[in-house]
Every structure is written in structure tokens, then in C-alpha cells.
């Protein structure tokens, strides 16, 4: 009944179709980025840099415990143990790094980026380059244009791509083994941000082009996670939604902020379900995330490529709607892909496993301006 329940479309007042307990896509959001704001009590904004140097002491003083541990045991045996666990530890340095690189780690530049340098020079990842890189990502998360992060190549790519590539990138464990032989954290760099993107347990996530995407519906396209135990241990990244949102508050205050926003447990006054059914709530971990692992085959199984956008304005040039809801039905029955709208405001569907004979030719849409691209989307987050 209640899977039932989820899958019945209903019209809102609005007069949009809504997919059961999944927000419709193709629909603004109903409320703006500044209510969001306001649910969020103002401690959470508070940048404590003795707290947050505190948990660079804890990592630190981790790191040196398994490597003293390492060299004192120093056995065919520990040594793996120790690459996992150090491992872990290192992507928990790199949060920390994230952190410095966001602001969040305090309100003093000149100390985020001494720490920031320091802690990912550590694990050899290039603080100001990623830095800058990261910010990209922020600005333009779920633009199926301009993003940087996990974004379904286009499908002229795809279709032209051989058997062997194929395979090394979309056939597990192959994609996540190509950096680990470089830096062994990041294995788990690629799982979580992977994740946070893609994967979603019941519905394709929502991609956006255009006109159509703003700051606002491009962070509401990531996924929260629960990574059990290593919630604590990689400072709460798991709580991606609202870091995406407002990447200024700090970690530790991350998981109050989504409490109170989406109102799961906090019943005070403050505690309003601003976001709704566009909040994904994650499902339960145990103490280990193994249940992660279905929904990392699922997608990387699947979600391959984006349509092409000669596939786009074909559709834009439509004025029956419900013949682009009938195409949006055939599109949903490919057996996966990622949602992507323009434009005219209509879900389109990207492939997954589809042969060359679906592919269409035709010329590409060029990119908006990058200049004036970056100058909007950094009007739209200076102003949430």
C-alpha cells in the first residue's frame, strides 16, 4: 500500500503533475532559497576555529596512532588493515581541507588557508587548485552544462565510444580503482561524491540545462547519505543537501540544520518542513554502509550519457503537452538514465544501455556565455 501510494501521480493545485511522494521535476520549487535560510537557527552559522582545529588534533592524532601501530606490528597482515584504515583517515583530513576551502572551517582566510594547505598537502592533493575547482562545482551543481563533478558525458560522446572504454568506466570496481594506485583515500573520494550525485534509490535525480536550472533546484538534486559509523569519523559530508545549499555552515552544525529544515525530529517552533518531498531522507545504515553498494552498481550500471540536445529542441519546438508527456513515458521505460530538463520545462530522459541506433545526429546547442554563466550563479549564492 504504501509503495502504491508513492507511485500515484496527483495534480497539485498548481495544476503540475506530482509523482507521488517524489517532487516533480519539471516544476519550480515552492518556496525560495531564503526560507530555507531562515529555518536555520543562527548558532548554525557560527565558525568556531578552536572546535574545528580540535578535530584536526582527533585526525591527526589518529593518523599517527595507526601509523605507530603500523610500524610496531609491521606483518603481512596489518598492512592491509592499515591501508583501509588509514585510508579512511586520510579522506577524513580531506573534509577537513573541504572545509578550509569552503570558509567554513573559520572566519579567518589567512587560517583556512594556512590549515587547508597544510592538511591537503599531507595526502598530496593541490589545496588552491582544488580549492577553485570545488567552488566550480558548487556554483554550478545539477547544470548539466557547466558542473564539474560526475556529470553524464552527452550522447554524441557515448555512442562513439569503443567496447574496451565501455567497459573500464562503467563496470565496477574498474572506475573506482583509477586513483587509488596514486592516493589510497581516494577511493572513497569517488564513492561519496559519486553518490551524492547519483544513485538515488527509487527515482532518477534530476539534471537541468538552460534557462530552467538555478542555484536553488541544482542543490536540491544531491542525495544525503548515511555512512554508519564513518559519519562521525568523515565529519557528517553524508548531510550533502543542505552543505550544498549554504556551504558556509560547519560541519558539526550540518546535521542540526537539516533536522530543523526538513523537521524529521526537532518539534519546536523553528522546526518547519521547509523542503518537503524535495528532501530525500537516506536510508538507515548499519554499522558499515554496505547497502550503499546496491545503489553505486545500480547507477554506474545505468546512468551512462545525457541526451543530445538536438533531442531537446526537437522537443522544445512541441506544443502539445501530452504528446511530450507520452514521449516522457517512453523515455522512463529505456530502464534508467538521468533526468534533465531545458528550457520548455520538461523532463527528458538520458540513456543508459542503448544501442547507436538511438542516437540522433544532429549540431549541438554551443554553451551560454561562461562569463556571464558565472557572474549569474554568483549573483543567485551571494544572494542565499
Not at 88 to 101: K, N, P
Not at 159 to 171: A, C, E, H, N, P
Not at 263 to 283: F, I, M, S
Not at 353 to 381: E, I, K, M, Y
Amino acid at each position: 500500500m504504501e509503495k502504491e501510494r508513492k507511485l500515484k501521480n496527483e495534480v497539485n493545485a498548481n495544476g503540475v503533475v506530482e509523482k507521488g511522494d517524489f517532487f516533480d521535476p519539471a516544476a519550480p520549487p515552492p518556496f525560495k532559497i531564503g526560507e530555507i535560510r531562515a529555518a536555520i537557527p543562527k548558532h548554525c552559522w557560527v565558525k568556531n576555529p578552536w572546535r574545528s582545529l580540535s578535530y584536526v588534533l582527533r585526525d591527526l592524532l589518529v593518523v599517527l596512532a595507526l601509523l605507530a601501530a603500523a610500524t610496531h606490528f609491521n606483518t603481512w597482515f596489518f598492512w592491509p588493515l592499515y591501508w583501509v584504515a588509514q585510508g579512511t583517515m586520510f579522506w577524513a583530513i580531506f573534509v577537513l581541507g573541504h572545509d578550509c576551502g569552503h570558509g567554513s572551517f573559520s572566519e579567518s582566510p589567512l587560517l583556512n588557508s594556512f590549515v587547508g594547505h597544510i592538511l591537503h598537502s599531507s595526502i598530496l592533493v593541490p589545496y588552491n587548485g582544488w580549492r577553485i575547482s570545488h567552488r566550480t562545482h558548487h556554483q554550478n551543481h545539477g547544470n548539466v552544462e557547466h558542473d564539474e563533478s560526475w556529470v553524464p558525458m552527452p550522447e554524441k560522446i557515448y555512442s562513439k565510444l569503443d567496447s574496451s572504454t565501455r567497459i573500464l568506466r562503467f563496470s565496477l570496481p574498474l572506475p573506482m580503482l583509477a586513483y587509488p594506485a596514486y592516493l589510497i583515500f581516494v577511493m572513497w573520494l569517488d564513492f561519496v561524491t559519486y553518490l551524492h550525485h547519483h544513485g538515488d534509490d527509487e527515482h532518477k535525480l534530476p539534471w537541468y540545462r538552460g534557462k530552467e536550472w538555478n542555484y536553488l533546484r541544482g542543490g536540491l538534486t544531491t542525495v544525503d547519505r548515511d555512512y554508519g559509523i564513518f559519519n562521525n569519523i568523515h565529519h557528517d559530508i553524508g548531510t550533502h543537501v543542505i552543505h550544498h545549499l549554504f556551504p558556509q555552515i560547519p560541519h558539526y552544525h550540518l546535521v542540526e540544520a537539516c533536522l530543523i529544515v526538513v523537521a524529521l525530529a526537532l518539534q519546536t517552533k523553528a522546526a518547519k518542513p521547509v523542503l518537503g518531498k524535495y528532501y530525500r531522507e537516506p536510508n538507515k545504515s548499519g554499522p558499515i554502509p554496505v547497502h550503499l553498494i546496491k545503489n553505486l552498481v545500480k547507477s554506474i550500471g545505468e546512468d551512462h550519457f545525457q541526451q543530445n540536445a538536438d533531442q531537446i529542441r526537437v522537443l522544445e519546438q512541441q506544443q502539445n503537452a501530452d504528446r511530450i508527456r507520452v514521449l516522457e513515458q517512453q523515455n522512463s521505460d529505456w530502464g534508467g538514465g538521468t533526468w534533465h530538463l531545458d528550457a520548455n520545462q520538461w523532463p527528458l530522459t538520458c540513456s543508459s544501455r542503448r544501442d547507436d541506433a538511438h542516437s540522433r545526429s544532429s549540431s549541438n546547442r554551443g554553451p551560454a556565455n561562461s562569463q556571464q554563466h558565472r557572474a549569474a550563479v554568483s549573483t543567485q549564492a551571494d544572494a542565499s
